[in-house]
């Protein structure tokens, strides 16, 4: 299994501009998480999906960021309009075990400059 | 909400050296999660905890999941080059709708000079 795959690895973008995260789970994971990972606040929960059903998403900090999962295999984060304090590592993980084991992607290092 | 306290934040090894990290909780979790971050990766899953007072070792680690349910602990024995990183423990709190995890601010482990 290739595990939790996550493109771009890195993006820089503009302030302004639409940046899209994408995550392939790995097969069969019911549960699919958006994490994003900073210096100053760690790893934050944005939002996860129970087979392909959003759950939570208490943790999106702002209108500005929008998750879809519009099937098993594929997820998207979307921040529209970017800004600089959006800079930090977002993680991709999905779950099979009822969401109490997480499998980590790489991660996308977003830049907004 | 939830928050997860580790300590302590960062610590030297050196070379066979057994070192031990914990977490506390403020409120109780159903399972414990121990994970290690290498630089430009995702979190690796080491170990999980389900029950409390389990005791589980993985090769040179081992953790336990406290009897109170709000904390845990994890040991390294005989420390190697490689097992530098950042280790994060997480809880999970089964829900009805589904589960989520709370994940500490991470020990960090470093190489003595």
């Known amino acids: 299994d290739a595990g939790v795959i996550q493109s771009p690895r890195h993006e820089v973008t503009e302030m302004g501009q639409e940046v899209t995260l994408r995550c392939k789970p790995i097969?069969?994971?019911?549960?699919l998480f958006w994490y994003r990972q900073t210096m100053m606040r760690g790893l934050e929960l944005l939002i996860y999906?129970?087979?392909?059903?959003?759950?939570?998403d208490s943790g999106m900090p702002e209108d500005r960021f929008s998750a879809k999962m519009p099937n098993a295999s594929f997820s998207t984060l979307k921040i529209q309009p970017s800004e600089p304090r959006d800079s930090a590592v977002y993680f991709c993980?999905?779950?099979?075990?009822?969401?109490?084991?997480?499998?980590f992607g790489q991660g996308t290092r977003l830049t907004v400059v | 909400g939830q928050q997860l306290n580790q300590s302590p934040q960062s610590m030297f090894i050196q070379e066979g050296e057994d070192v031990s990290m914990n977490c506390t909780s403020s409120?109780?979790?159903?399972?414990w999660l121990w994970y290690k971050q290498d630089p430009g990766e995702g979190p690796v899953l080491l170990i999980a905890?389900?029950?409390?007072?389990e005791l589980t070792s993985n090769g040179r680690l081992t953790a336990q999941f406290g009897i109170t349910r709000k904390d845990s602990f994890l040991n390294i024995s005989a420390s190697i080059p490689s097992d530098v990183g950042i280790y994060f423990c997480?809880?999970?709190?089964?829900?009805?709708?589904?589960?989520?995890?709370?994940f500490g601010g991470g020990t960090r482990v470093l190489v003595k000079p």
């Open positions: 993980a999905s779950s099979p075990r009822g969401g109490l084991e997480a499998f």
């Open positions: 905890l389900y029950k409390a007072g």
């Open positions: 999906f129970n087979n392909n059903v959003p759950i939570d």
């Open positions: 409120s109780i979790f159903n399972t």
């Open positions: 997480a809880g999970s709190l089964m829900k009805a709708a589904g589960n989520k995890l709370t």
């Open positions: 097969s069969g994971h019911d549960y």
